[in-house]
């Protein structure tokens, strides 16, 4: 014990440099570091995230020589942009690291990368350092990305022309059909397939951490618990654990003032993340479905969201003003957490689909991608909280979707069993939670197996 309290040990994070996977990685490192692991982050040098380390007390950042700046994502492509990030990145960062080795004495006892930074893990294994994956999404789609991994592109194209292929249940994984498998959105199916193969080769990586917990997802925890066999942790949702949360935006906190105004369960959150687009005619129809609901709305509208303009219309100004009220971009979880919120209407990324459950608010799902499209499917049909908007917006489909979440019978429903998994999911971290016994088993695991690595 004596040793231990001279000489903590170390844990190298290495985010992928976009919002939704930043923020569970430094919620991660604040779960380790509450263990007693001290925490480096690794960043390259133009990211935004190290002016923030004002937020982590303790934490160290290191920089990682940029060569593919993340602006390059919009423009190259998710897929294309990983590929070159992934290419270009391993040298600098092993030379940070075998930096770190000899600044800090040989103290770092592993290095937790996000499964889209492969290149960590080879740099790992050269310089004799353990290596540990982490998924930021959820555990169904980290299943599908190994099965896609496993595909030949030819013969998938043509099977997926045959509705009864379409329809067939993946590897018993009910209500997952082959159609669900994330690929729309991805560009070009073969570089995708070869990022899936990337993502899903383990090389040398001594254990899995998925932001997920069991009483969401036990069937695909289990199906990679064999398929991988590594130790898969299951830590989620780890935003419960986290003192402090990290926006690469800067948040309006004026909503909260604005909602603390309104009725309770009245008010229907509008967010679609913080990378998708949208048109200005689905904008319209948007907000004529909304004030038609005749709900108050709070919405997200990011600058540069809507393509080839940076102000809102005015005529979706004028109608808003009545009714509704626009940020720029929110502190989300408060904003979920607040008694007047009775409504999340998502694009049902990963974080926020676990932070729309823990506060058990019931959702509306406007998937823009693969793995968004498969949360939803989820959401409508596993989870039972949430319905989905197919196909064009419209108008009158906005404004029923509204009225049933927020009003009918069946919304209530939803929000009963949307609190009925909050509960679930608060306890899976409290003491002797799946999630709470899943981090005491990482954290010993990474004081023993990695550190006589």
């Known amino acids: ?17 976009l919002q939704g996977h930043i923020t569970p990685m430094m919620q991660l490192g604040q779960a380790l570091n509450l263990k007693g692991f001290s925490i480096t982050v690794a960043l390259g040098e133009l990211n935004q ?11 160290q950042f290191v920089t ?41 004495g040989n103290d770092i006892a592993c290095i937790i990368y996000d499964e889209l930074m492969y290149f960590s893990e080879a740099a790992a294994k050269e310089l004799k350092v353990p290596s540990v994956m982490f998924c930021t999404g959820s555990a169904t789609n980290q299943v599908c990305s190994c099965i896609l991994s496993k595909l030949n592109v030819e013969k998938f194209l043509i099977d997926m022309e045959d509705p009864e292929m379409q329809d067939k249940v993946v590897e018993n994984l009910h209500p997952l059909k082959y159609k669900n498998l994330p690929t729309s959105g991805m560009g070009p199916l ?12 383990k090389r040398t990586a001594s254990a899995v951490i998925i932001n997920t917990t069991s009483c969401l997802e036990s069937l695909s925890l289990s199906w990679l618990q064999q398929e991988l066999e590594i130790p898969v942790y299951p830590l989620g949702p780890l935003h419960i654990r986290a003192s402090a949360n990290l926006s690469l935006l ?21 967010s679609f993340g913080s990378i998708a687009h949208m048109e200005t005619k689905e904008l319209l129809e948007m907000a004529c479905g909304l004030c038609d609901s005749n709900q108050p709305f709070l919405w997200v509208i990011r600058p540069g969201s809507i393509p080839g303009s940076e102000l809102l219309p005015e005529e979706v100004s004028k109608m808003v003003s009545e009714r509704g009220y626009i940020v720029k971009w929110a502190p989300q979880n408060d904003v979920l957490a607040h008694p007047a919120v009775g409504g999340f209407w998502s694009h049902c990324g990963w974080n926020s689909t676990l932070e729309s459950i823990v506060e058990g608010v ?46 009918d019978d069946e919304g209530a429903c939803m929000r009963e069993r949307a609190l009925g998994l909050k509960e679930k999911l608060k306890a899976s971290v409290g003491i002797g939670g799946s999630s709470y016994n899943a981090l005491d088993e990482l954290v010993n695991y990474l004081e023993t197996e990695c550190s006589t690595s």
């Open 64 to 104: 990682i020589l940029e060569t593919v700046p993340v602006s390059q994502h919009e423009t190259l492509g998710l897929v294309e942009f990983l590929v070159k990030l992934n290419k270009t990145t391993e040298a600098s960062f092993k030379n940070c690291i075998a930096q770190l080795l000899l600044q800090q």
């Open 190 to 201: 073969k570089p995708f397939l070869d990022i899936c193969r990337e993502v899903c080769n």
């Open 49 to 59: 995230v190290s002016s923030s380390s004002q937020h982590f007390p303790g934490f």
């Open 362 to 407: 019931p959702m509306i799902c406007r998937p823009f991608n693969g793995e968004q499209k498969l949360n939803a499917l989820y959401i409508q049909s596993v989870w039972r909280i949430g319905i989905q908007l197919e196909g064009e917006v419209e108008r009158g489909s906005v404004e029923r979707a509204v009225k049933m979440l927020i009003m």
């Open 250 to 270: 800067e948040e309006d906190r004026t909503c909260i003032e604005w909602l603390n105004k309104k009725k309770p369960r009245s008010v229907i959150y509008i």
């Open 1 to 17: 014990m004596e040793k231990r309290a001279e000489k903590r040990r170390r844990i190298v994070l290495v985010p992928l440099p």
